[in-house]
C-alpha cells in the first residue's frame, strides 16, 4: 500500500552518516520498569538529523529528537517504542504551536523500515533498501505543516514487533507518541490541551484510522481537531479478499504474518505449504518487498487445505481487528479513489456510513481522478493538508453525512 512514490524537497545536502539499525542499536531497547510506567512514559531520548534523500529535512531550520516511550501492545501488554519529534528553530506562531501526527506508510515487516531509523538514513540504508513512501508522505503533508510552524511527529506505528495491519498495535503506538510528544519539554507544547491533527496515505491512512477510532477510549484526554486519510483500508474481510488473485496478493501473506505476531492463537506456520512457507521468510525481508512480489497468487497457492481465510478462528480474528468497533469523535477527512487497485472502495463506503449513522463528523471524498493507488497520493496531500490547516483555524468542519455518495464532484474541506 502506497509503495515508490518519492517527491523531493529543496533543502541542504549534508553528508550522510550511516545510522545504527533497530536491531543494533541500545537506543531501542525496553526499560526495565516498562511494565510500571505509564502508556506514554519517555524513557529516553536523543537528538537526531533527519533526512529526505541526501537533504536534511528543512535545511536546518528545525531540530529532531527521538524518544523512546510506553505504549501497549494489541492484547494491552506493555512494549517500549520509538517516535520521532521535528520542531521548527524560532519562535513559534501567535498563540500556542500545534502538533501534526504523520503516520507512515512503512509496510514491513523488517525492523529497518521503521520510520524511526528511515528518516535518519533518509530512505538511504547502505543496503538501498526502502520503499519512497516516508518521504512522499513527508513531502506532500509534512513539509507544509513545518513551514507553518507546526510541530511534527512520525511515529513507528507498526511497534517493535513490526505487526502491518494490525489495527490495535497501531492506534496504541500513535496515541501514546502523541501523549509522550506533548510532555516533552523541547517540543514547547501545551500538554492535552495541544491541538493535534492526524494524517496518514495508505498504510498510514490505516493507523491513522485505528487511532482515530480508538481515541475516545484509549486516550479521551488529547484534543484531536483533524484527521485526514487517504486510501483508507478498513480490514474486513472483503478487503481482503479484494487483493486475493490480484497485482499485490503478496500484502495479504505480510497481513497474515503480522497478525499472526500480534494473534498467534491464528496458528499460520500450521496453515502454510512448503510454498507459503517459503514466500512468509521472503516477505518478512525488506520494505514492502512483498507487495508486488507475488503478482495475480491466490492465498490458496501457499496453505495446506482451501479457503483458509474463511477458516473460523482465522475470521474471528479478522473480524476484530478490522474498523467499525467504535465511532470516532475527532472531525476527519476520508479520502479513497474510486478505482484503486489496492484499497476497494465499497467496505470505506461501507464504514463511512456506519460511522455517520452514528454521529460522527466525516468528510468523504470519493475521487473519481484516483484510479491508481500510488497516483492517488498526489491529489489526497494537498486536500490534507488543507483540511488540517482549516481545523488548526477554528473553521468549524464540512459534513458529508446524509448526502448521496458522490454528491459532491470536489472534497469539501
Known amino acids: 500500500m502506497l509503495v515508490g512514490l518519492l517527491v523531493w524537497v529543496a533543502a541542504d545536502v549534508v553528508p550522510a552518516r550511516a545510522a545504527t539499525p533497530p536491531s543494533g542499536d541500545p537506543f531501542y531497547r525496553p526499560p526495565r520498569r516498562l511494565a510500571a510506567a505509564r502508556p506514554g512514559t519517555i524513557f529516553r531520548s536523543r537528538q537526531v538529523t533527519v533526512r529526505l534523500g541526501a537533504a ?42 500545534v502538533l501534526l501526527s504523520l503516520q507512515d506508510a512503512e509496510n514491513s515487516l523488517d525492523s529497518d523500515c521503521a520510520p524511526s531509523y528511515q ?23 509534512a513539509v507544509p505543516q513545518l513551514a507553518a510552524g507546526h ?29 509522550a510528544v506533548e510532555r516533552f519539554g523541547p517540543a514547547g507544547l501545551s500538554g492535552s490541551k495541544t491541538p493535534v491533527a492526524l494524517a496518514g496515505y495508505s498504510g498510514g491512512a490505516l493507523e491513522s484510522a485505528a487511532a482515530n477510532e ?13 484527521v485526514a486519510a487517504g486510501g483508507v ?37 500450521s496453515l502454510l505449504n512448503a510454498k507459503g512457507k517459503a514466500f512468509q521468510r521472503e516477505a518478512s525481508e525488506g520494505c514492502a518487498a512483498f507487495v508486488f512480489a507475488a503478482p495475480f497468487a491466490h492465498f490458496n497457492d501457499w496453505t495446506t487445505k482451501p479457503h483458509a481465510l474463511d477458516l473460523p478462528r482465522v475470521r474471528k480474528i479478522v473480524a476484530e481487528n478490522a474498523f467499525g468497533h467504535a465511532v470516532p469523535k475527532a472531525p476527519t477527512f476520508y479520502y479513497n479513489g474510486i478505482f484503486d487497485e489496492l484499497i476497494w472502495i465499497k467496505p470505506l463506503d461501507r464504514l463511512v456510513a ?17 484510479v491508481e493507488h500510488i497516483q492517488a497520493v498526489a491529489n489526497w496531500g494537498p486536500m490534507a493538508h488543507a483540511y488540517i490547516e482549516q481545523r488548526f483555524a477554528g473553521t468549524p468542519p464540512p459534513s458529508t453525512c446524509g448526502q448521496a455518495l458522490n454528491a459532491s464532484p470536489t472534497p469539501q474541506l
Open 56 to 97: 536534511q529535512l528543512a535545511g536546518g531550520a528545525s531540530s529532531a529528537y527521538q524518544l523512546l516511550y510506553r505504549t501497549n501492545d494489541a492484547k494491552n501488554r506493555p512494549v517500549a517504542n520509538v517516535t520521532t519529534v521535528i520542531v521548527p528553530n524560532g519562535a513559534p506562531p501567535a498563540g500556542s504551536r
Open 119 to 141: 528518516l535518519q538514513e533518509g530512505e538511504m540504508a547502505p543496503t538501498g533498501d526502502n520503499n519512497g513512501n516516508l518521504a512522499a508522505e513527508m513531502s506532500a503533508v
Open 151 to 179: 510541530v511534527v511527529v512520525v511515529p513507528d506505528p507498526e511497534g517493535p514487533q513490526h505487526q502491518y495491519t494490525v489495527s490495535r498495535m497501531a492506534a496504541h503506538a500513535v496515541l501514546d507518541s502523541i501523549r
Open 214 to 226: 480508538s481515541q475516545p477510549a484509549y486516550a479521551p484526554e488529547l484534543n484531536i481537531v483533524a
Open 233 to 269: 483500508p478498513s480490514l474486513d474481510i472483503d478487503n481482503f479478499r479484494y487483493l486475493d488473485g490480484g497485482v499485490a496478493t503478496g500484502i495479504l501473506m505480510a497481513a497474515a504474518t503480522a497478525i499472526d505476531r500480534a494473534y498467534p492463537e491464528m496458528r499460520l506456520e
Open 354 to 370: 456506519f460511522y455517520c449513522a452514528h454521529g460522527a463528523t466525516i468528510s468523504y471524498f470519493r475521487d473519481p481522478a484516483g
